[in-house]
């Protein structure tokens, strides 16, 4: 319900964006989020935004070069990755919570997973 795309090869400082298509149980009600995962690391919240797309969280490693948007209209969540850096190499996922509409980062608060996009960053 839940399905990722986007991710690959991107140089340090470059750009790239990540999309979410949202489907089937999963409602525009729903707060979402992405999340990260690297090797031996645990998963992490990257960034999260309400139901509205008016409220965002971003983790301290990607605040002000990570952008989370959403346009419930088409069912699509996107995160926009600007100036990414080595340490931004992982699995990315999307994610969606029933349980309210407001943001949230815990790993155990979302209820529906996309199946994650790797996205490398090196020159």
């Known amino acids: 319900q839940l399905q990722a795309s986007g991710g690959g090869l991107v140089q340090p400082g470059g750009s790239l964006r990540l999309s979410c298509l949202a489907s089937?149980?999963?409602?525009?009600?729903?707060?979402m989020a992405w999340f990260r995962q690297a090797p031996g690391k645990e998963r992490e919240c990257v960034a999260a935004v309400d139901w509205r797309g008016s409220s965002t969280y971003y983790a301290d490693s990607v605040k002000g070069r990570f952008t989370i948007s959403r346009d419930n209209a088409n069912h699509m969540l996107y995160l926009q990755m600007n100036s990414p850096k080595p340490e931004d190499t992982a699995v990315y996922y999307c994610?969606?919570?029933?349980?309210?509409?407001?943001?949230?980062?815990?790993?155990?608060?979302?209820?529906?997973w996309g199946q994650g996009t790797l996205v490398t960053v090196s020159s």
């Open positions: 994610a969606a919570a029933s349980l309210g509409g407001g943001w949230r980062k815990g790993v155990n608060e979302y209820d529906y």
């Open positions: 089937g149980r999963t409602s525009k009600s729903y707060a």
